[in-house]
């Protein structure tokens, strides 16, 4: 009796062994999880972009004399949307939560400068293309065009949207989404 329960737990010890081996290749072989893409398909930083396009020593002048003011410009927007964010944040974890036309005259800055943001980056780029021959602005385009699902696009990790407040609730308390009607939150 006593011999086989040792045979019981020599065999019990070797299945768990093998199923841990097992599961040390499994996860070495596939990866950590969220892994970026292969380097084929990973977009190429815009700086290699501007490279693959073969500019002459003109464009490569003129491209590079824009681009001090754009950056500027980038950079004081996306601090400002930084701290409109930060205010909004601060307005809803006050202990007395705030009327909703002070939350919503926030969310419409932050609105204002996302859109202000967004019509920098094209302006910039159509620029950019005003500078560069029909093949240049061809392989430039097709990149920018691999580039858009990375950039922009829906992924698992994201969920439907990219702001502070479209996370979804986990539990047993509903959030109505961005599907829910306009006005006042929590009315329905």
Known sequence: MNR???LYLLIFSLALNAGAIGTFAYL????????????????MPFRHLLQELNLD?????TLKAMAPEHWRKVRGLEQNLLLQRQELFALIK?????????????????????????EEKVHHLMDIQKNLRPDQRQVL???????????????PERGRGRGMMMRRWRGNDP??????????????
Do not use: D, F, Y
């Open 57 to 61: 020593p003109q464009q490569r002048q």
């Open 94 to 118: 006050q202990e007395n939560l705030p009327e909703w036309p002070a939350v919503e005259a926030k969310i419409k800055e932050i609105n204002n400068l996302q859109l202000q943001l967004e």
């Open 28 to 43: 070495h072989w596939q990866g950590p999880p969220g892994a970026p893409p292969p380097p084929e398909a990973a977009p």
């Open 141 to 155: 385009i097709t990149q920018l065009e691999k580039r858009l699902p990375q950039c922009c696009g829906p992924s």
């Open 175 to 188: 959030h109505p989404g961005p599907s829910a009607p306009m006005g006042s939150p929590g009315v329905k």
């Open 4 to 6: 086989n329960w040792l």
